[in-house]
C-alpha cells in the first residue's frame, strides 16, 4: 500500500508584525489550533493573542488567506516551509513600540553598594583571588613586562643609526632600508 500527500508534522515559518519591522524564523507543529498558535505567538511578536489577526502568505510573498478559525488546526490550511506569517495587532500599540530600549528604565547601581554585595562576580574574584584580585600573578606579570621592555630597550640600543635593515611583516615581501631613528620605549 502506498500513501501519498502526507505532510511532515511540523513546519518552518517566517513571522512578521505590525509591531516589529524584523522577521523571525520559527518552527511549529501543524496540529497546534490556531488559538494555541497565537498564544505561541504571543513571545514573538509581543502583540496579545486576542487582539491579532494572522495572514498568511506564500514563500512567493503572495497573500494567500487569513488564518482566522480559532479552532482549526494549522496544518489544516496550506502553510508550507518558508511562507510567512504575518501579525496584525489591533491592541493599539505602535510600529517599533516594544524595539526602542532607550524607553526602557535601568537598574543602576553605586560602586559602594556593588562593592558590598557577596553574590557579585567581583566579590567571587576577590575570594577566590583571581584576575586582577591575585596579587602574585599580577606582580609577575607586571615584574614579566619590565623583563621585556628592558630587553626590547637593549636589543634597540645596540642597532646604530645609519645601518642597513631588513624588516620582515607576515603577510609580505621583506623590503630593505637605511634605520633613520631608534625609538626608546617607555
Not at 596579587?135 to 646604530?160: D, G, K, N, V, Y
Request: proline residues 4%; aromatic residues 6%.
Amino acid at each position: 500500500m502506498e500513501v501519498t500527500g502526507l505532510s511532515a508534522p511540523t513546519v518552518t515559518v517566517f513571522i512578521s508584525s505590525s509591531l516589529n519591522s524584523f522577521r523571525s524564523e520559527k518552527r511549529y507543529s501543524r496540529s497546534l489550533t490556531i488559538a494555541e498558535f497565537k498564544c505561541k505567538l504571543e513571545l514573538v511578536v509581543g502583540s496579545p493573542a486576542s487582539c491579532m489577526e494572522l495572514e498568511l502568505y506564500g514563500a512567493d510573498e503572495k497573500f494567500c488567506c487569513k488564518l482566522d478559525q480559532e479552532d482549526a488546526l494549522l496544518g489544516s490550511y496550506p502553510v508550507d516551509n518558508g511562507c510567512r506569517i504575518h501579525v496584525i495587532d489591533h491592541s493599539g500599540a505602535r510600529l517599533g513600540e516594544y524595539e526602542d530600549v532607550s524607553k526602557v528604565e535601568k537598574y543602576r547601581i553605586s560602586q559602594e553598594a556593588y562593592d558590598q554585595r557577596q553574590d557579585s562576580v567581583r566579590s567571587f574574584l576577590k575570594r577566590s583571588k583571581l584576575g586582577r584580585y591575585n596579587e602574585e600573578e599580577q606582580a609577575q606579570r607586571e615584574a614579566e613586562t619590565t623583563q621585556r621592555l628592558r630587553e626590547e630597550q637593549e636589543q634597540a640600543s645596540a642597532i646604530p643609526v645609519g645601518s642597513r635593515c631588513e624588516v620582515r611583516v607576515p603577510g609580505q615581501p621583506p623590503r630593505r632600508g637605511t634605520v633613520m631613528y631608534v625609538a626608546s620605549s617607555r
